[in-house]
């Protein structure tokens, strides 16, 4: 009987240690940038629950070749294999290189677009468009290879944190939102976190320390 049982509990700890040993070499999500962003609004993935989940093809697609002044290949996210980048600012935000070579943007559409691009193959497509009530704030791939956006969906109460996940060859999404409102004052991650090098215009006016365009 004692044998069975010291059995029993080599078995159990045999398991403990394998669950342990999955978990160290597991590549970990969320990854470091999707990460911070939860960090900083204080969220967790379990904030977040299902809810539209839609598939459409790719309606906007364009030839994409590298130029030598293409300011916002620095800001744009790279796949772990450098083939596949993620274009989070182009569509809607000015940038400019003053003299000194700071950047500088005095502006921005209240339109977001989320781009991937295949280096590979020269190709853009448009992944995610949205007036105003959306927020495109990060973005990431899993490791699965889906694209994941995170930002804020505006609606009659106010901004809720939500993350796109996006399929890279049939633009399956899904969308997740958490049920916390965040003030549109405290909604700065861009300016302050993911680009903290580019002057944006709202800091030559006192009172608007927002990226969202109020």
Known sequence: ???????????????????????????????ERLQNWLDYYGLELRDFTPGDRFDRPYR?????????????????????DST????????HMVLEIKDDGSLFSPGREADMEVGLIDLEKGIRKRLLFCGPPCMFEEATFHPEGHVVVAGFIENDN?????????????AFVELRQAP?????ENIKYISGQRLPHIRFWFEKYEGVASDVPL
């Not at 596949?84 to 569509?91: N, Q, R, T, V």
């Not at 106010?158 to 049939?170: D, K, Q, R, S, V």
């Not at 916390?180 to 549109?184: G, H, T």
Request: glycine share 4%; with cysteine.
């Open 1 to 31: 009987m004692e044998v069975l049982i010291m059995r029993k509990y080599i078995l159990v700890l045999f398991i403990l240690l394998l669950v342990f040993s999955c978990r160290q070499t597991d590549p970990g999500w969320p990854d």
């Open 60 to 80: 906007v697609e364009q030839p994409y070749e590298p130029g030598k002044d293409d300011l916002f290949a620095a800001l744009y996210v790279y796949s772990p």
């Open 84 to 91: 596949m980048a993620i274009d989070l600012d182009s569509y």
């Open 158 to 170: 106010g901004f809720h944190p939500a993350l796109w996940t996006i399929t890279t060859e049939n």
């Open 180 to 184: 916390d409102l965040v003030n549109p």
